[in-house]
Each structure stands twice: as structure tokens, then as C-alpha cells.
T-cell receptor, first 114, second 113 residues
Framework: DADVTQTPRNRITKTGKRIMLECSQTKGHDRMYWYRQDPGLGLRLIYYSFDVKDINKGEISDGYSVSRQAQAKFSLSLESAIPNQTALYFC?????????????FGDGTRLSIL | ELKVEQNPLFLSMQEGKNYTIYCNYSTTSDRLYWYRQDPGKSLESLFVLLSNGAVKQEGRLMASLDTKARLSTLHITAAVHDLSATYFCAVDIKKSSGDKLTFGTGTRLAVRP
């Protein structure tokens, strides 16, 4: 089983719909992240959470919200989806205060908004 | 604002040849990460570089970090087809703990026979 699991893997929806992407991890890491990947732009940080009570905005948080339901679960919501939110979304985890350890990524959710 | 630039963006190289991918960044940092991504797949960690002069090697890949020049390199030796992928560098802001990564745009590597 994957250490970082994202659901769904693919989603097609319409403009204006509310969408939730879910991420769960079995690595026991405190820190979790949401990124989006667009062609030619690399990955950009949307939100990150250091623990259940600590949530922070990243580089491109407008139009998104998150919920850290438990140490192992971190959800990303698009309240009213728009076409330019079409992208590949990744969840990642890392250990606290362990710069020597890289972030670990899920398999991604491909989201298309029509 | 931290900016991370990779070049080249696309690299087509012949099997058996050597080449280097460059990662330049704009703000002082001593934490740099290299990742590999296969098409449609997740990101896989390759190297973690945590100090000036750090050098890491794994198989045909070798990564180095020069914090004074704000430059990291990923050197490919005697390329093989299995190395075809997109490679990303990611930089952590100094005094952080490996959590706020800024990614480069990626270098898409295609190794041809």
C-alpha cells in the first residue's frame, strides 16, 4: 500500500462545483502539504500544515481551502471550481524539523474543470 | 521572493553521453532537493543536499551544491534510456526545516538510442 494516498486519482467536473480532494498517510508524519502542478511551472505550494491545529497558506491559496481532520488526513477543497484550476494536484508529507529528509509525495489527482 | 530556475528545460541526449542540468536560485539557502518524475507519476526523491560543497551520487547521477554561487548541478554520466524523466530541483528557505519548498520548472530529459 502507498504511504501517501490521494483520492480520487482523476476527476472531471463543471465550473462552479464544489470539489474535495483527499489525502491520507501512513508514514506518521506531522507535516502535510498540497501542491498543484501545471505544465512549465513546476509545483507550487497551495497550503501546508505542521500539525492538526496549524494550517498555513502557501504561494497560491486563493480559491482553495483545506482541512486537517487528523494527523493522517489533509483535504483540499475548491469551493467553486473554475477552469484555470485544472491541474495535477499532489499531496506530500514530511517529518517535523527534519530538513535532512525529503518530502514524500502521493500519486497525484488529475483534475479537469470544464 | 525565492526564485528557482532550471536549465535546460528540455534535454534530448544520446545514450552513453554525459550532461549536466543546472539549478540556480535567488535567495540564500543551504537546503536543496532533487526529485525525479516519470510521466503521469509521482515525484521520487533523488538527493538531499544540506551544506555548501555537498556532493551526492547514486548510480549515473551526481548532484552538488554551491551555496555561494546559489547553484546546484545534476550530472548525468553515460546516460541510459531508463533515466528519461523530468527532474526537479527544490529549494528550502534558510532557517526553515525542509517544509517550504520552492520548485524549479523542471528539466525534461529524453535519452535516445
Amino acid at each position: 500500500d502507498a504511504d501517501v494516498t490521494q483520492t480520487p486519482r482523476n476527476r472531471i467536473t463543471k465550473t462552479g462545483k464544489r470539489i474535495m480532494l483527499e489525502c491520507s498517510q501512513t508514514k506518521g508524519h506531522d507535516r502535510m502539504y498540497w501542491y498543484r502542478q501545471d505544465p512549465g511551472l513546476g509545483l507550487r505550494l497551495i497550503y501546508y500544515s505542521f500539525d492538526v491545529k496549524d494550517i498555513n497558506k502557501g504561494e497560491i491559496s486563493d480559491g482553495y481551502s483545506v482541512s486537517r481532520q487528523a494527523q493522517a488526513k489533509f483535504s483540499l477543497s475548491l469551493e467553486s471550481a473554475i477552469p484555470n484550476q485544472t491541474a495535477l494536484y499532489f499531496c506530500a508529507t514530511s517529518e517535523s524539523d527534519r530538513a535532512s529528509q525529503p518530502q514524500h509525495f502521493g500519486d497525484g489527482t488529475r483534475l479537469s474543470i470544464l | 521572493e525565492l526564485k528557482v530556475e532550471q536549465n535546460p528545460l528540455f534535454l534530448s541526449m544520446q545514450e552513453g553521453k554525459n550532461y549536466t542540468i543546472y539549478c540556480n536560485y535567488s535567495t540564500t539557502s543551504d537546503r536543496l532537493y532533487w526529485y525525479r518524475q516519470d510521466p503521469g507519476k509521482s515525484l521520487e526523491s533523488l538527493f538531499v543536499l544540506l551544506s555548501n560543497g555537498a556532493v551526492k551520487q547514486e548510480g549515473r547521477l551526481m548532484a552538488s551544491l554551491d551555496t555561494k554561487a546559489r547553484l546546484s548541478t545534476l550530472h548525468i554520466t553515460a546516460a541510459v534510456h531508463d533515466l528519461s524523466a523530468t527532474y526537479f530541483c527544490a529549494v528550502d528557505i534558510k532557517k526553515s526545516s525542509g517544509d517550504k519548498l520552492t520548485f524549479g520548472t523542471g528539466t525534461r530529459l529524453a535519452v535516445r538510442p
